[in-house]
């Protein structure tokens, strides 16, 4: 980790799964995901303006890893390129305050980095978060986020702009999209755009 005192952080910018596997190759990619990245990379260049936290989210798997019995075939696969961020967005993960952590579930919230990070990050009170797929990992993460807030009494404001977020073949999933919304609504998760 390039930090070393997380509690210097108010807030956190959490960029899910802006990966080659999700928006450029790949059994799970759609190109079309790549229409949110001009409003993340707003969002980021707020963030490093401020000097707070920026945290890039890479689903990263091995053939070994059982998400590939729920989804098709073999997706972001450690060292194929795509678990690599997004072009775009590359010149952002080496920036100061700037972390690049691996999953290898639906959920941010369950790799062990993350959990290390935020148990660490106390002084955080607001999330941002931005990304892809809106209906999985975005979905997944933020509630898992919430919950762990919950269950360690930090108080806190979990945003999700949904002018930033994404996922594949939306136009035949937008049931799946709407309960994801609901889902997050329910939780106290804020679903913002801007004006």
């Known amino acids: 980790m390039k930090v070393e005192n997380l509690k210097v952080y108010n807030k956190a910018l959490i960029v899910v799964d802006m990966v080659n596997g999700f928006v450029n ?5 759609d190109k079309s995901i ?31 890893s059982t998400e590939h019995n729920r989804f098709p075939d073999f997706h972001c696969l450690k060292n ?15 920036l100061d305050n700037t972390f690049c952590i691996p999953k290898n579930s639906t959920s941010f919230m369950e790799s062990p980095y ?6 660490n990050a106390t002084n955080i009170k607001e999330f941002d978060i931005v990304g892809c797929c ?13 919950n762990y ?27 799946y999209i709407d309960a994801a919304y609901l889902l997050m609504e329910q939780q106290g998760i804020q679903l913002v755009k801007k004006i």
């Open 34 to 64: 790549a229409r949110v990245i001009p409003r993340q990379i707003e969002l980021i260049k707020e963030y490093h303006n401020e000097g707070q936290l920026v945290i890039f989210i890479q689903d990263t798997h091995t053939k070994d």
């Open 80 to 94: 194929s390129g795509e678990e690599e961020v997004v072009e775009e967005l590359k010149p952002f993960t080496d």
């Open 149 to 175: 807030l919950d269950e360690h009494n930090r108080d806190n404001i979990i945003r999700v702009h949904k002018d930033a977020i994404a996922t594949f073949l939306e136009d035949t999933r937008q049931n």
């Open 25 to 29: 190759e790949g059994v799970l990619h």
């Open 134 to 146: 809106t209906d999985i990992c975005v979905c997944n993460g933020s509630i898992g986020l919430a």
């Open 114 to 119: 993350f959990r290390e990070m935020i148990g």
